[in-house]
């Protein structure tokens, strides 16, 4: 039988992980976590499963994607490495198809930055570069307390830009992208410590080892060149960080050691919604619809 409460669904897709939220009465309720699989569209048929197999009422429900999402609701990917090798998939569509509802997508820092001016660390800035790293690395910009040109998902993508003149291969295909160098990924691959298995040991139980802090003092370096070139560009002063690494003690504390040592005065805020950020984000864009202007 199906719950007669009316639902917002809010689905978070990432590079390793995705979050399902539930929301009702605009209270997240519930949240399922499940990996990502390593082929971005096989994702929306195991999350489709799962919602059918809940037998709950939905009234609506919000994508949060890695990669690029146009106004048509074509799905790409940018880090083929991340989600695999596919073009303008019609998530949206496809989504419309099996449940009869309105589906809306935007990309994952979109929302997470949504997220975090209304429920978070941004609630009392007028403007915020609002930057995550994880998986990978990714930005968006709020500018005067809405997303700066909400139509176009990889603004802000600072992931992408490049920090080194010809540097390390990118999952982009470029050369020398922040992602190759700051990102988790690139993070563990750069490890040799025999007994670390992933990022989170790396800079948890090894954080005291050597060969970790020449690793991370590497990384930090790059995010706060990175976060003055931002700062220099577009004359945004307050950044909120998230995602698992960003948010880590250890490399948060780091980043900010690396911009004590420059002459440029940004403020530095960690995401206070942590990892739900984009279920936040998701719920705000169908919710509030300040956000789905054409």
Known sequence: MINKKKYIVAVDIGGTKINIGYFNNSKLIKVNRLPTKKYGPDNIDTISQILINSKINISAICLSLTGLINNEGLWNPINKVTLGDFKNFPVIKTLKNIFQIPVYALGDTQAAALGEM????????????????????????????????????????IGHSVIKYNGRLCGCGKR?????????????????????????????????NLQTKKIVNEAASM?????????????INYFIIGGSVGLNSYFYLTILEKLKQT????????????????????????????????
């Open 223 to 235: 995010i706060a060149q990175s976060i003055i070139n931002v700062n220099v560009l577009i004359r």
């Open 263 to 294: 002459q440029f005065t940004v403020k530095i805020k960690k995401a206070k919604l942590r990892s739900k950020a984009e279920l936040y984000g998701c719920f705000v864009y169908i919710n509030k619809k300040l956000f789905l202007q054409k």
């Open 176 to 208: 020398g992208c922040l992602e190759a160098y700051s990102s988790g990924n690139a993070l563990i691959k750069k490890n040799k410590i025999k007994k670390c298995q992933n990022t989170k040991d790396l800079l948890t139980k090894f954080k005291n």
């Open 118 to 157: 209304y429920y978070g660390s941004g609630k009392n800035l007028e403007s915020f570069f609002y930057l995550t790293i994880s998986t990978g690395i990714g930005g968006s910009i709020i500018h005067k307390k809405n997303l700066f040109d909400g139509k176009v998902s990889d603004i802000g993508s």
